[in-house]
């Protein structure tokens, strides 16, 4: 099945164009602070926002369930439709028409997509444009023949992006995953590349018992009405340090957010203690029923897992204990969205 790709008049045609909501640039705000560096933050800002803008644009074509497939990373981002992965790559523009795509996102097995897909995001215009896609054997193939590495990052000429986004649905209507192969990972390899991957976007809670928070890890007290029911172990363990952040599934549940409340005591056998709950926020009294808060292995393993049901006014985790240095994952999900907090102790 092959849609011609490089046909000059296409680039005539008008792009298509995705407008942004007012919630989104506040969600892409929170997942940039995860990262460090003034230049890092802002190409974090701008993958957010092409992936909620794509996200959206996929569901409003497809009536196939569009998934997150991993967090959001400094250099792409990743959705799925049904077995298609899609990498997102985002700019400000394309003045000189070059693309540049991080190497690890060709070459890392579980960031490797069927679809590269090109965004400007026009921030000021509150607006992101289909620039065009690249399939993954396109990319590989011309790769080998033509391109070199620089700086972490291969350089295409935007004229080999396809910039038709009607050719992108058509494969993912009538075209089988498996025809386009991608890299797979061993085991080892895999563990690898995810610890790594883990390490660009973690919070680390020793940090806190130095009173050394992240911006997006706020008090208690500015994210939850004083009168809501806070959990009896939230209001009486004085020696624990307690933060929350705002997790914004807002374009999904409407005027609704959640709070993640993280809550870190040393311990006496020089471990820290840890509870995780979840809250509403603002003056709601009870979470949305079928919210589920899940703890994940630095591995991806289940360890447990609470769902929300009619009038919990919150929800929480088993309190658990580790070593300092060990890794561990939280996920708030609701049906096909799903937020990821990664920490280490």
């Known amino acids: 099945m092959n849609i011609p790709t ?30 460090t560096g003034e230049l890092h933050q802002w190409q974090t800002y701008l993958n957010a926002l092409a992936l909620l803008g794509f996200e959206q644009w996929l569901r409003e074509h497809n009536p196939e369930i569009v998934n997150r497939d991993i967090n959001i990373i400094e250099t792409a981002s990743n959705l799925k ?31 490797a997509a069927h679809f590269y897909v090109l965004l400007e995001v026009l921030e000021e215009q509150e607006e992101i444009v289909i620039r065009g896609f690249l399939r993954y054997d396109e990319l590989v193939d011309y790769r080998g023949r033509k391109l070199e590495l620089k ?33 797979v990972a061993t085991t080892e390899s895999a563990a690898e590349n995810l610890l ?4 660009l976007t973690r919070t680390k809670l020793s940090q806190w018992l130095q009173e050394i928070f ?5 008090s208690i007290d500015s994210l939850i009405d004083p009168n809501a029911n806070f959990a009896w172990s939230l209001r009486n363990n004085n020696e624990a340090i307690k933060r929350g952040k705002l997790i914004n599934l807002q374009m999904q549940l409407g005027s609704q957010n959640v709070v993640l409340l993280v809550n870190v005591k040393a311990e006496t056998d020089e471990k820290l203690g840890v509870l995780i709950q979840l809250h509403p926020t603002g003056k709601e009294k009870f979470l949305l029923p079928n919210l589920k808060l899940t703890l994940l292995s ?3 393993e289940r360890l447990c897992e609470v769902l929300s049901r009619y009038q919990d006014s ?27 907090e990664n920490f280490e102790l």
């Open 214 to 218: 992240d911006e997006s890890w706020q």
């Open 81 to 111: 439709l049904g077995e298609f992965k899609f990498c997102l790559i985002a700019t400000e523009h394309l003045l000189d028409e070059v693309v540049n795509i991080p190497q690890n996102a060709i070459d890392t097995p579980e960031l």
């Open 314 to 340: 919150y929800i929480q985790l088993n309190p658990f204990k580790g070593e300092h240095g060990k890794c561990f994952s939280v996920e708030v999900s609701l049906e096909d969205i799903t937020v990821r």
């Open 298 to 300: 630095k591995g991806g």
């Open 196 to 199: 790594g991957y883990l390490n």
């Open 6 to 35: 490089h046909v000059t008049n296409l680039r005539l045609t008008l792009p298509e164009v995705i407008w942004l909501e007012p919630t989104y640039f506040d969600w892409a705000r929170d997942i940039s602070q995860q990262v």
């Open 151 to 183: 700086n972490g990052y291969y350089q295409l000429p935007l004229s080999k992006f396809d910039p038709e986004p009607n050719h992108l649905l058509f494969y993912c209507r009538f075209l089988e995953p498996s025809i386009i192969s991608l890299p």
